[in-house]
């Protein structure tokens, strides 16, 4: 198995390749389709299933482009999916203070709807959709954000998580969130579920010592009972 991280601009999908079959985690901007596609011309790989990790504008710009050229069907969370057909302004709510001075532009003007083939449950086997591994759900970012957890181990996260100024690709909290509480317990989860490999949309692969000492912080600031703090 393949992972091939293809970058647009600030945002990074993943192209995953096993066997000649590919899944796209996430689809940035339309300017992102020739890419994928001279990717899949190079592999010979046949895309057949584009997750989408939430619906804000940065990651599904590029879908419907890519769905055209390909025949792939669009999967997103059922929570998530109403927004992403619905297109519009994208309203954010800023976690930390680069969050606060992004928050204007990332709001600035309408985006396009997005229609998609599938709404993914909870938790879901992407193997009977064409895809690879599995999706689960990860709210807080957005109530429908999602992460893909592959054969390997490696999770692909989405915007679960975001980027600490130091050290490089250190894990933090998210610069957006919906539901900040929600989106810590949905950090421990992939944390939990990953194997030291947590890959995110703007960054790349976060620094696994540093996704071990964000867990325990995020342990340690939990204090409420373990079944209140389930994420699922």
Known sequence: MDIHPIRDGISTVYLVIDDGAAML??????????????????TRAK????????FHYDHVGGADAVREATGAR???HHADSGALRAGGQLHVIPRRPLGRV???SVMRGLKAPVIPDLELDDDEDLTQHGGIGRSFWTPG?????????????????????????????????????????????SQLAIIDAARGDVRVAHY???????????????????????????VF
Do not use: C, Y
Not at 47 to 54: E, F, W
């Open 141 to 185: 970012h957005t109530p429908g954000s999602a992460s893909v957890r592959l054969p390997t181990g490696t999770v692909l996260a989405g915007d679960a998580f975001g980027e600490a100024l130091f050290p490089r690709h250190g894990a933090e909290r998210p610069l957006f969130a919906d539901d900040l509480d929600t989106a810590r317990r």
């Open 102 to 104: 992004l928050a204007p």
């Open 25 to 42: 985690v996430d689809a940035a901007t339309p300017a992102l389709a020739p890419k994928v596609l001279a990717k899949l011309t190079e």
């Open 204 to 230: 790349g692969r976060l620094q696994e010592r540093s996704l071990a000492k964000l867990a325990q912080r995020l342990r340690g600031a939990d204090t409420r009972p373990a079944e209140a703090a389930k």
């Open 74 to 76: 669009v999967a997103i």
């Open 47 to 54: 895309l057949r299933l584009i997750v989408l990790t939430h």
